[in-house]
């Protein structure tokens, strides 16, 4: 016999929540006291979940370790709906475990799929699902199918207003963002995708979306190939080194230098690119 599921219902009791989450607990294998007790004196206290979203954010972020596993049971279970503000100052390690037989999962899968499709790797794919569309799902409580363009320019306000508030930069969320409109495009989800630039780009702006750390390199070796190189062979690097560029700043966003990456895996890195580049030049 199957566990019972762990989304939410309506209505629902602060007693349903906890069962629902014991349920959460022993599928995943994990759990104990304090994880319980965490679960069982948050209920007490806001026993309307939705009620903790409206707590200051530093308030949210200060929550221990024995009460942030709920409160992610809480939004993977379509149960709390905790701010962008939240969702992006804090790092969601373990969300593909916890996505496991969530109601998310199914839309997580559909889209990685069709990213699949575009021509992003398994590890690119992944990243801008749970960087972008996760987010997404969690904050809007709508399925897949009924994100609309308005909720990604909620989540790159809600960057903007980070930037402003801590002076992180939200570079990969914007680059993530570019590649989850491309999909939800060819998913039928929006109407339009991105609108190329109408004047061409200078180097510079063409590699916009490249960690700034490792910009003016690409640019300079760009601005060399144009002494050797016809201008299409010199716009087709760039296309290549924005696509490489965009790919390190998904798999690590703190990249500092070029010179940070190890021999071997730099390889392998090139590798995976090459593959990706091909699967994308015929798109």
Known sequence: MQPAHDYAPEPESPADIYAAYLVHLKRRRRGNTAYTQA??????????????????????????????PFITFLMVSRRLQPGYDYLLNRKLASLWHELTDSCLEPDLNQFISAAL????????????????????????????????????????????????????????????????????????????????????????ERMADVPATLRP???????RKRATCVAKTVSSLATRLAHFGRYLTAIDPDIAS??????????????????????????
Do not use: K
């Open 39 to 68: 679960a069982r004196s948050f209920l007490r206290r806001w026993p309307q979940v939705q009620q903790w979203a409206d707590l200051p954010l530093d308030t949210r972020l200060a929550a221990n370790c024995s009460t942030r």
């Open 117 to 204: 499709e575009l021509g992003f790797t398994q590890r690119v794919a992944s990243a801008i699902g749970s960087q972008i569309i996760a987010r997404l799902l969690i904050q809007t409580g709508r399925p897949l199918a009924d994100l609309r363009e308005s909720d990604l320019q909620d989540l790159l306000n809600a960057c903007d207003i980070r930037q402003m508030r801590t002076g992180r930069g939200a570079r990969h969320y914007r680059s993530t963002t570019h590649s989850a409109r491309q999909t939800l495009f060819h998913l039928g989800i929006l109407d339009s995708e991105a609108q190329p630039a109408v004047t061409p780009l200078t180097l510079d």
């Open 217 to 223: 390199a690409f640019v300079a070796y760009l601005q």
């Open 258 to 283: 070029l010179s940070a990456l190890d021999r071997a895996p730099t390889h392998r890195t090139v590798h995976r690119f090459t593959d990706h580049h091909r699967q994308h030049r015929h798109r």
